[in-house]
């Protein structure tokens, strides 16, 4: 069974930072990229960023481009997302993903951390 544990999450002021981690755990885990979403109230869930472990190809949402930074460490199977210059509209429920290796959709999620950036 996989699971995904994310972290980091909190209230912060208009232009403060934070970084999330997602550590993903299972004796079956074996993934070839990872991603961060985020879902506002009332909002659909929306993609932020996404990095492969073989590489560290990112991708970003043009709304963080410039501003977030995904990373990864392979060795602890743990995904980071940087946010800085945070802004009220990125509050949100930020939601780390996994693939299976093989598929080219996202196979596992967390639960998710509310970040809440007031201005």
């Known amino acids: 069974q996989v699971q995904l544990v994310e972290s980091g999450g909190g209230l912060v002021q208009a232009g403060d930072s934070l970084r999330l981690s997602c550590a993903a755990s299972?004796?079956?885990?074996?993934?070839?990229?990872m991603g961060w979403f985020r879902q506002a109230p009332g909002k659909e869930r929306e993609f932020v960023a996404t990095?492969?472990?073989?590489?560290?190809?990112?991708y970003y949402a043009d709304s963080v481009k410039g501003r977030f930074t995904i990373s990864r460490d392979s060795a602890k199977n743990t995904v980071y997302l940087q946010m800085n210059s945070l802004k009220p509209e990125d509050t949100a429920v930020y939601y780390c993903?996994?693939?299976?290796?093989?598929?080219?959709?996202?196979?596992?999620w967390g639960q998710g951390t509310q970040v809440t950036v007031s201005s």
């Open positions: 990095i492969t472990w073989s590489g560290g190809n990112t």
């Open positions: 993903a996994a693939n299976s290796r093989g598929s080219s959709g996202y196979d596992y």
């Open positions: 299972g004796r079956t885990f074996s993934s070839s990229f």
